[in-house]
């Protein structure tokens, strides 16, 4: 089956406790990315990645990190969380080619709440 | 720029129309969607449209776009409680290998029986 996995789907940390939030995918996409969502504000893009050892800067980017050393994989860091993180997190992913035929539809993972007391 | 934005609750009877309204402000949009996001779940592409159409139909769903007023709406015909979710608008921007896409705060649907 298809899908985008992300791990933990909940936790609830301390200030200054680094964390790594997991995102995996089995539909070999090129593109992989991260949001967050907050009330009111929508899905806001903190971190993207157009391919292995490739990431770049989305909207939000401040206070996290990713690395991209395989495909499939697309972790974010969390070196030292603050309350203003807590948050739900997204990871997606989709083809980079916008060859005939690939609208480009992002598919997402079921979501991480984070909570950072 | 890029911004869209949406009115951020409906509540419609069971059996009627809804229709979600959208704005954006970047007039180079290659794709707009509509994704819908069910409760603790993540994101699921709903419909979209290429940005050289003005209607699209998919069983209930009509999606309109006026690119001179830069709006998008998304009619759901005869609404059912399972279409109780947070609907989000999103446009694609961009040319060549990458395309940013930015979504809009999303409208929550509240299907009352």
């Known amino acids: 089956e298809a899908q985008v996995t992300q791990n933990p789907r909940y936790l609830i940390t301390v200030t200054g406790k680094k964390l790594t939030v997991t995102c995996s995918q089995n539909m070999n996409h090129e593109y992989m990315s991260w949001y967050r969502q907050d009330p009111g504000l929508g899905l806001r893009q903190i971190y993207y990645?157009?391919?292995?050892?490739?990431?770049d800067k989305g909207d939000v980017p401040e206070g996290y990190k990713v690395s991209r050393k395989e495909k499939r994989n697309f972790p974010l860091i969390l070196e030292s969380p603050s309350p203003n993180q807590t948050s739900l997190y997204f990871c997606?992913?989709?083809?980079?080619?916008?060859?005939?035929?690939?609208?480009?539809?992002?598919?997402f993972g079921e979501g991480s709440r984070l909570t950072v007391l | 720029g890029e911004d869209v934005e949406q009115s951020l609750f409906l509540s419609v009877r069971e059996g009627d129309s809804s229709v979600i309204n959208c704005t954006y402000t970047d007039s180079s949009s290659t794709y707009l969607y509509w994704y819908k996001q069910e409760p603790g779940a993540g994101l699921q592409l709903l419909t979209y449209?290429?940005?050289?159409?003005d209607m699209k139909q998919d069983q209930r769903l009509t999606v309109l776009l006026n690119k001179k007023d830069k709006h998008l709406s998304l009619r759901i015909a005869d609404t059912q409680t399972g279409d109780s979710a947070i609907y989000f608008c999103a446009e694609s921007i961009g040319s060549g290998g990458y395309q940013k896409v930015t979504f809009g705060t999303g409208t929550k649907l509240q299907v009352i029986p």
């Open positions: 997606a992913s989709t083809k980079k080619d916008r060859a005939s035929g690939n609208t480009g539809e992002l598919f």
């Open positions: 990645s157009m391919n292995v050892e490739v990431t």
């Open positions: 449209i290429f940005s050289n159409m």
